[in-house]
């Protein structure tokens, strides 16, 4: 399978500041990304479909502008939180979705986000 | 639409106890089922996926999972428990063809005493 990795692992920021979070494919390449967000002792939930080239899609409630992702390479998707509040920091989790063999997603280790 | 239901917040055994994980999912497609683990800051590792194949299906580390479509389940089992087994684990569903869009459950937390 694919092999996910973000960065940073970990990020503290003041609130009204922006934080940029990498989610890199490298192995494989990626023409679509989706980012999830999970709060303390909750699920996942989808925040956006990254596509390759494209604009992504946001899912219900998810401001897009507030959320900003770029996703320019097969191997590279950034998420921007921007102006960030102390209700933003959750853990932010991308995934690479795989059409072929497998059929599947690949998680990357998570970049958990806290705003003062 | 689909959804899942994990019927257990959290499930304690001992060591080399049996373990269940409840999953019941409702799909209004033939769904693709998975369960993932989650351990404490990390990613998501996939266990095991059903993919309209045979209905047992045998993951990762000792656990497998039945499809039962006339109850509409797909628990998750293994036989004995290891302490490296405490995690969280998620049950997934998604249309089996198509574009992969994953529901997820609210999670399990498994513990595991000595």
């Known amino acids: 399978g694919a092999v996910v990795s973000q960065h940073p692992s970990w990020v503290i920021c003041k609130s009204g500041t922006s934080v940029k979070i990498e989610c890199r494919s490298l192995?494989?390449?990626?023409?679509?990304m989706f980012w999830y967000r999970q709060f303390p002792k909750q699920s996942l939930m989808l925040m956006a479909t990254?596509?390759?080239?494209?604009?992504?899609?946001?899912e219900q409630g998810v401001e897009k502008d507030k959320f900003l992702i770029n996703h320019a390479s097969l191997t590279l998707s950034t998420l921007t939180v921007t102006s960030a509040h102390p209700e933003d920091s959750s853990f932010y989790i991308c995934?690479?979705?795989?059409?072929?063999?497998?059929?599947?997603?690949?998680f990357g280790p998570g970049t958990r986000l806290t705003v003062l | 639409a689909q959804s899942v239901t994990q019927l257990d917040s959290h499930v304690s055994v001992s060591e080399g106890t049996p373990v269940l994980l409840r999953c019941n999912y409702s799909?209004?497609?033939?769904?693709?089922l998975f369960w993932y683990v989650q351990h404490p800051n990390k990613g998501l590792q996939l266990l095991l996926k059903?993919?309209?194949?045979?209905?047992l299906v045998k993951g990762i580390n000792g656990f497998e999972a039945e499809f039962k479509k006339s109850e509409t389940s797909f628990h998750l089992t293994k036989p004995s428990a290891h302490m490296s087994d405490a995690a969280e684990y998620f049950c997934?569903?998604?249309?089996?063809?198509?574009?992969?869009?994953?529901?997820f459950g609210t999670g399990t937390r498994l513990l595991v005493s000595p």
């Open positions: 997934v569903v998604t249309p089996s063809t198509g574009f992969q869009k994953l529901v």
């Open positions: 059903y993919t309209s194949a045979a209905t």
């Open positions: 995934s690479v979705y795989s059409s072929g063999e497998y059929n599947e997603q690949f």
């Open positions: 192995d494989f390449q990626a023409t679509t």
């Open positions: 990254s596509n390759e080239g494209s604009k992504a899609t946001y």
């Open positions: 799909s209004s497609y033939s769904p693709s």
